[in-house]
């Protein structure tokens, strides 16, 4: 990607990191839009809280997967296993940027993971964090610190997951909202490249509102060497929107947030049913 | 008393040139090759035996001096006698997939070894990308994922399963940086301890127990995750399998149609394709860390160099290469090698190493062949000398031979100087004739101290320094020159300038029934003469060039010779040869300077004394006399007291020397001479000291024939010329020496003139009788000599040193009883 003057400016990118490999596809796509961007690379790793609180139960036992003896969750240890994980995260960090040849910087935080992460990104210009951590369940298929962010976030947040890719294609939803038009033209601005491959997903169960929102699609990637396809949808259904987005490549879908059937549990959910990275733009930018 | 001069004809055999069918050597049939066998016949039935017979052992043994064509005989022989022979197959080695240490021998038609090699490489090449692109292909990725995700769906549904259980006792799973755990919750959030502390003690109780359950149910499901794991990865391993056999079968099967006529490549093929198949994951790591390292610019050398150097695919499909060892594609026959350098390593092959991050690093592609590789089915040539001096090579050698194998090991393995491991590449089966060229000295030292050899090399081969000087080696002789002429591009021999080769060939053995085989001598010789020929302008080679390249070649060699002589010219060194002189004489003596060799005349001297009968040889005495002048004296001692003092003790003393004589002295040649010159200070008769005299004598006083003779003669002639010729000087030489004779001209022409004389003597008396002008003597029946005879002068001087010694004894006794 390359920038140019239309492009958001967009100065610090925050990438929570716990090793997980949807975080470590996070770092690679935060590396490789911050080198686009010329925007500062920060890594954040949380020492969860929770997991040092239950080190003061005596009863507590920890359950290898390796073995099948349970032994006691010793504090200090915890400790120094969280401090190597961030010191190896650090390391990562370190050598992603160095391979992008972006500034970057690392902070090590202590407490709820999920309230961490939320504050970090509200220092943020975007945030860009792995699909799911160390779940251990199934379901549902965005972690925890995700739904937070999703549910309670206020910037401009990337998810993505393991194999996800945020070239060369980029879709985006388009509702014929503002914020939609916003979200087409971050999409555009940050999928910059020559050629860019775009995929209009629009949203309306009105045929007269098609083609004024066609016009209005087609205004803003005006002038942009941007090779469009258009598809229309009756309503928001998820599955559809689903297979679309899978049919046209692993690159990102671009979602307006806080319109309705696109926030909190529903919006959740559509994330779930993705398989593919998901940019949320929102309308109210963090307030610094 | 008449003594017999040798006439001007007995003292050299000359050249019969007007016999010759040809003007020049250009007339003749060349013959270019020495395996004809001139004058060599015994060597030729030796070698065509030792070729012949197939049982082992029979290796052969070239001996004879160095210079008599004997590499280029074997060699021409060889190839001749096994131009027709089958050529021997193919040896290749390649990786023993069971035991990389131990490189597994491929033996193949002649030519295939080299073909199967290019198809190896392009297996290497390809199959890479084959795999590649068969694991990269959306069907085996899709059937990959699916297996992950089926496990990912057991892992997680199991901890779901958890996951709602402990929901339903208020607790949740979590996971801790080395494994999991079940927390209490409170209010969606894990419960904090201190919350915990304030509940009741049966509650606490109740959580303690619920979460003692779920860890035991945790770990009860837990245990199901190892088989699962197996069987998951077994099932990957089987879809590699699958997948990688498919997309190397028709690389593997194009080859394996190819060789199906040789069942052992069709054996590697199958080890080759498993082996690829259980290291499908290598070699893909490989091609990406190619891939990879394509766009870094590190040095390739900073590590290692070479093929070792490189990093990636090169290094995991090397192990699939085939190593040729021996082509045999562009061999006719069955081969004939020259090993010129045989150490240990050029003869039985070496394993190469190379360096590699520091390291000396080896694999079947750096083992090397070794001559009896490329020898094998074939013959060896080797110089024995060379193979004795490498150190290792002669064990070696015998070791292969006696094994029938070519085994590769480093001599320091050899000598268990180091023991890391290293390869054993699987040993060669040897089926090899070795000829060895060396000479005779080493052939006898090596029969009689070394019981190997005596088994391993039971053909000799000699070659014989001389052959019959007769019309037949006579025409040989030409036609060979002939040969040397073209294949040297000289100028031709005119008939008398191969006359003059013949007399020169001659001359060498110093023989006039017999010609030399010193090939390099003669060839030589040849050489120089047709740049004299060219000096003085001449088209073809004769006498006069000839003559004028020996007269040449030796008088570059001759510097220490004109010395001598001028030493002896200046008084410096005393040779009298007009006088006569009691208890002295000219012996002849032979320095030979590498091929040149002349003549000096030595002043033997003696004295005596009234003695116990001991003649001392002062040479001896002061160690700088050899053990067979040693005998030489010795035996003086025996005839004397055997002609003149059968029945009472000797009764003198003698000392014998060799008057300013520096070196050691060796040799029976002066024994006559010496006897001479003792009998001389005996009688008190004077000696001639214009003749001079060689010969070896036995204890009856028979003349024996002496080797030199002609240097003997020449180099007395140039003396007595030097000091002015009298017509009275001369040489005694052994009778059966004058067939030796091959004299230069101008003594042949002093002899004529009658200014020098030769007198072939049988006995001592006869050579007393010239050097005394007298009468020798018969003893009669009682062993009395006739009066004023030599004979009896000596005896009675003996007699009388006898009665001296008995008055003598006697007096001691009478003082003694006084």
């Given amino acids: ?288 | 008393m008449q003594h017999r001069k040798l006439d001007p004809g007995e003292l050299y055999r000359k050249c019969d040139v007007s016999g010759f069918s040809f003007e020049t050597t250009a007339e003749l049939e060349a013959i270019k090759d020495l395996s004809q066998g001139i004058g060599q016949p015994r060597a030729v039935q030796a070698l065509k035996f030792g070729v012949g017979i197939r049982q082992h052992g029979y290796n052969i043994y070239a001996l004879g001096p160095g210079g008599m064509g004997k590499h280029t005989f074997v060699r021409q022989y060889l190839s001749r006698e096994l131009s027709d022979a089958p050529s021997p197959t193919d040896w290749c080695y390649v990786n023993n997939f069971h035991n990389q240490g131990r490189p597994s021998l491929l033996n193949l038609p002649k030519g295939r070894g080299n073909s199967l090699a290019r198809d190896m490489e392009k297996l290497v090449q390809e199959a890479p990308n084959a795999l590649k692109e068969a694991f990269e292909s959306e069907e085996y990725q899709n059937r990959l994922q699916a297996m992950q995700h089926e496990f990912k769906e057991y892992q997680q549904s199991v901890f779901e399963e958890l996951q709602n259980k402990a929901r339903e006792k208020n607790l949740t799973l979590i996971k801790t940086p080395t494994g999991m755990a079940f927390a209490p919750v409170q209010d969606k959030e894990i419960m904090p301890p201190e919350e915990f502390q304030k509940l009741p003690e049966d509650q606490r109780r109740q959580i303690e127990k619920d979460m003692e359950e779920m860890q035991n149910e945790s770990q009860r499901m837990f245990q199901k995750f190892p088989a699962w794991q197996r069987d998951m990865r077994q099932k990957i391993v089987d879809l590699n399998n699958e997948v990688a056999r498919y997309a190397l079968g028709p690389l593997v099967e194009e080859i394996r149609n190819r060789y199906s006529d040789v069942p052992a490549v069709g054996d590697y093929l199958d080890a080759v394709e498993k082996d690829i198949i259980e290291n499908v994951r290598n070699i893909l790591e490989s091609d990406r860390q190619q891939d990879e390292g394509r766009g870094q610019s590190a040095s390739p050398d900073m590590f290692g160099t070479g093929e070792w150097g490189g990093s990636g695919r090169s290094q995991v499909m090397r192990r699939y290469r085939v190593n040729v060892l021996v082509d045999n594609s562009l061999t006719t026959g069955a081969p004939v090698i020259y090993e010129d350098n045989p150490t240990y390593a050029n003869l039985v092959g070496r394993v190469e190493h190379q360096p590699m991050m520091g390291a000396l690093v080896t694999d079947f592609n750096l083992i090397k062949q070794g001559a009896l590789h490329r020898a094998n089915g074939g013959a060896l040539i080797l110089d024995a000398h060379k193979v004795l001096t490498h150190p290792g090579a002669w064990d070696g050698l015998k070791r292969a031979l006696i094994s029938g194998k070519i085994k590769i090991e480093s001599l320091a393995e050899m000598f268990s100087l180091i023991s890391t491991i290293s390869l054993e590449p699987e040993p060669v089966p040897l089926q090899v004739k070795v000829v060895m060229v060396g000479s005779p000295l080493l052939y006898y030292l090596l029969k009689e101290y070394d019981p190997e050899f005596v088994k391993l090399f039971k053909v000799a081969a000699d070659f014989d320094v001389r052959m019959e000087w007769d019309e037949l080696h006579q025409d040989l002789f030409a036609r060979f020159m002939a040969g040397v002429i073209e294949q040297e591009g000289l100028r031709p021999f005119h008939k008398t300038g191969v006359g003059r080769m013949l007399e020169y060939s001659a001359r060498r053995v110093q023989d006039q029934k017999k010609l030399s085989t010193y090939v390099q001598g003669l060839t030589d010789l040849m050489r120089e003469a047709d740049y004299w020929t060219g000096e003085n302008g001449r088209k073809t080679v004769t006498h006069e060039d000839v003559q004028q390249a020996i007269d040449a070649s030796a008088y570059r060699c001759d510097l220490i010779r004109e010395h001598v002589w001028e030493n002896i010219s200046r008084g410096i060194m005393h040779i009298d040869t007009r006088d006569r002189r009691v208890g002295q004489i000219n012996g002849l003596s032979v320095i030979a300077l590498g091929d040149f060799m002349f003549g000096r005349p030595s002043r033997i001297t003696a004295r005596i004394r009234l003695g116990k009968g001991e003649v001392i040889d002062i040479e001896r005495e002061v160690k700088l006399s050899g053990p067979i002048h040693s005998k030489g004296v010795l035996i003086l001692s025996g005839f004397l007291g055997a002609r003149y003092a059968s029945d009472r003790p000797l009764s003198l003393s003698a000392s014998l020397v060799f008057e300013q004589s520096y070196g050691g002295i060796d040799g029976d040649s002066a024994s006559c001479a010496e006897l001479y010159c003792l009998l001389s200070a005996i009688s008190e008769i004077p000696l001639k000291q214009s003749v001079a005299v060689t010969g070896s004598v036995d204890q009856h006083g028979q003349v024996q024939a002496i080797g030199g003779v002609n240097e003997k003669i020449e180099g007395f002639f140039d003396v007595c010329k030097e000091k002015g010729l009298t017509s009275e000087q001369g040489v005694l030489i052994p009778e059966a020496n004058v067939e030796h004779l091959m004299l230069k001209n101008e003594v042949i022409q002093a002899v004529e003139s009658g200014k020098f004389h030769i007198y072939p003597v049988q006995n001592i008396d006869q050579g007393m009788e010239i050097l005394t002008d007298m009468i020798a003597g018969e003893p009669d029946e009682m062993g009395n000599y006739p009066r004023n005879t030599i004979n009896s002068r000596v005896h009675n001087r003996l007699l009388e040193l006898h009665e001296k010694r008995r008055q003598y004894s006697s007096n001691r006794e009478q003082g003694g009883e006084s």
């Fill in chain 1, 1 to 288: 990607m390359s920038q140019d003057k239309s492009q958001p400016t967009l100065q610090r990118i925050l990438v929570p990191l716990d090793a997980s490999e949807h975080s470590m596809a996070a770092l690679s796509a935060a590396a490789e839009l911050a080198s686009a961007l010329g925007a500062e690379l920060e890594g954040l790793f949380v020492e969860d809280i929770h997991l040092l609180q239950l080190c003061e139960f005596p009863f507590v036992r920890e359950i290898s997967l390796l073995g099948p003896s349970f032994r006691r969750i010793d504090r200090t240890e915890t400790e120094r296993h969280l401090k190597i994980r961030a010191e190896h995260l650090k390391r990562v960090l370190a050598d992603v940027a160095k391979k992008f040849n972006v500034p970057w910087k690392f902070r090590v935080t202590r407490g709820g993971v999920s309230k961490e992460v939320l504050a970090a990104s509200e220092e943020a210009d975007l945030t860009i964090l792995g699909r799911a951590g160390w779940s251990m369940a199934r379901s549902p298929r965005v972690g925890s610190t995700v739904r937070t962010v999703v549910s309670q976030g206020r910037g401009l947040t990337l998810i993505m997951q393991h194999g996800g890719r945020i070239q060369p294609s980029v879709q985006v939803l388009f509702t014929g909202s503002q914020l939609s038009e916003k979200a087409l033209g971050v999409a555009l601005d940050l999928g910059g490249q020559k050629d860019l491959f775009l995929v209009v997903l629009m949203v309306t169960h009105s045929q007269e509102n098609l083609e004024p929102m066609q016009n209005r699609v087609k205004n803003i990637i005006a002038g942009r060497k941007v090779q469009a396809s258009l598809h229309v949808l009756q309503d928001l259904d998820y599955g559809l929107i689903s297979r679309l987005v899978r049919v046209h490549g692993p690159g990102p879908l671009f979602i307006p947030c806080e319109e309705p059937h696109l926030h909190g549990e529903a919006l959740q959910t559509l994330i779930g049913s993705l398989e593919n990275p998901v940019f949320l733009v929102r309308q109210a930018r963090k307030e610094k």
